[in-house]
């Protein structure tokens, strides 16, 4: 089966799925570390830069030429993360590593997966698969579902989601608008400064629904365009409340038509969801 169809896609979230189901975990008040757990495994931190970390996992001295950020150790039952590894990624590779343990034709003695093999557009076949499985893990369906079915289309109703599943905002804020049937799509925006040194936005990224692309077919925004200090998505960076939730509209020229926006800072970055 090829590796990135939708069909192995499917096959890997429903792995996910059967894992949660199995311990009577489909519950966001079910922690990823408890699964781990109740599937035999114990969480640890550890310098995974060290070099005798490394060389006591593959009990050799031969040298690795990756930064190794996240290990699943079979035999022993385990799942390390690196000590610097973000706190926001934490979560994340220890569902990674999990989709290693769960996923049958992963069955090796360990796994030593880096920062690129932790990111979503690796095109490294397992880890690929290990990264549909923790996004499935972290935020399944079913229960995605109860939160489509509960709750309006709002950045209100994705933080509620990041606070539930422990997810950061942008894995939590991007799943929620590709599996989402209605027309939405969100900005992944930083703060920039204009030639006058006065603070604005410039796009990093962006997702959207299917139903968005099948209206649209195409990004409307350009990647990296600017939106200055008096556009309505920049208002949120001058408000010193992070956290708090701005409802604006914005003009798209591209396609004439008004938008509602949702916006919120959460410290890093600054999130958009249009509609
Ligand atoms: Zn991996």
């Not at 006591?56 to 990756?66: A, L, W, Y």
């Not at 880890?127 to 709002?154: C, G, H, Q, R, V």
């Not at 604005?200 to 209206?215: I, N, P, T, V, Y």
Request: proline share 3%.
């Amino acid at each position: 089966m090829n590796t990135f169809s939708e069909k192995n896609k499917e096959r890997i979230r429903l792995l996910a799925c059967e894992t949660r189901s199995k311990h009577h975990a489909m519950d966001w008040g079910v922690s990823l570390e408890e699964l781990i757990r109740l599937e035999g495994f114990s969480c640890d931190e550890c310098d995974l830069g060290e070099k005798n970390t490394i060389e006591k996992i593959t009990r050799s001295s031969e040298r690795i030429f990756k930064k190794v950020k996240a290990a699943l150790i079979t035999d022993e039952k385990k799942v390390l993360i690196d000590t610097a590894l973000f706190s926001t990624q934490k979560i994340f590779a220890q569902a990674h590593e999990l989709g290693h343990h769960v996923i049958p034709e992963h069955r090796e003695v360990f796994y030593l997966c880096s920062e690129t093999d932790l990111n979503p557009i690796t095109r490294m076949k397992a880890e690929f698969e290990a990264n549909i499985f923790a996004e499935e893990t972290l935020l399944p369906t079913p229960l995605m579902k109860i939160i489509y079915d509960t709750y309006p289309l709002s950045m209100e109703t994705i933080l509620l989601l990041a606070e539930l599943s422990d997810v950061p905002i942008l894995r939590v804020a991007v799943r929620y608008v590709e599996s989402s049937d209605k027309q939405c799509a969100i900005l992944i925006l930083s703060i920039d400064i204009d030639g006058d040194g006065n603070p604005g936005l410039r796009l990093k990224g962006q997702a959207w629904s299917a139903s968005w692309e099948e209206r649209y077919k195409k990004e409307l925004i350009a990647d990296f365009q600017f939106f200055p200090p008096n556009h309505n998505l920049s208002r949120v960076v001058t408000c010193e409340d992070v956290g708090a939730v701005f409802r604006d509209t914005i003009r798209l020229e591209e396609v004439d038509r008004i938008f509602q926006a949702h916006t919120v800072f959460n410290g890093y970055n600054v999130f958009a969801l249009l509609f």
